[in-house]
């Protein structure tokens, strides 16, 4: 049975986990899409707003660049996960990439996008100590604790 997996992907070490477990443990007919949250700092370079300061204005084009950078990274980071996948036997079609830009907070944009049919979500654990972790939260634990009815695989 063909199952849909959402891996939640952010282009760090543990994303690429989550990535190879999959590969590793998931058979090749699955259906498998890669999502990326990406922050809305994109917002902050069509701001202009009386209230801003000098030194923000003066420095807004680089702010713009620099975002611009990172969604060039997050793809190329997105294209290997992709092709790791592929090399696993993963077919073309069936590996999808999508990046969205944050609406509500990264675990509760997964969640949502949870909601249009996946059987699993797949994250890597970002390794917070006990106490960041309690006083700050992570997002697998938030889309740990907040899924329903939907399996949450954390990969360590």
Excluded: W
Aim: charged share 20%.
């Amino acid at each position: 049975m063909t199952q849909k997996i959402l891996i939640a992907f952010d282009d760090s070490k543990n994303a690429f986990r989550a990535v190879e477990f999959v590969a590793k443990s998931f058979s090749p007919q699955n259906d498998i899409t890669l999502l990326n949250i990406m922050l809305d700092t994109a917002a902050l370079c069509k701001m202009n707003s009386p209230e801003l300061t000098p030194l923000f204005r003066s420095q807004q084009s680089s702010f713009c660049s620099l975002e611009d950078k990172k969604r060039e990274l997050v793809n190329e980071a997105m294209q290997k996960a992709k092709n790791l996948l592929n090399s696993a036997g993963f077919e073309d079609q069936n590996v999808h990439l999508k990046i969205v830009n944050k609406a509500f907070g990264v675990a509760r944009d997964i969640l949502a996008e949870a909601q249009n049919g996946y059987d699993v979500i797949v994250l890597g654990r970002r390794g917070l100590s006990a106490v960041k972790e309690f006083f700050l939260g992570s997002t697998s634990h938030k889309v740990f604790t907040g899924a329903k009815n939907i399996s949450v695989l954390i990969i360590n």
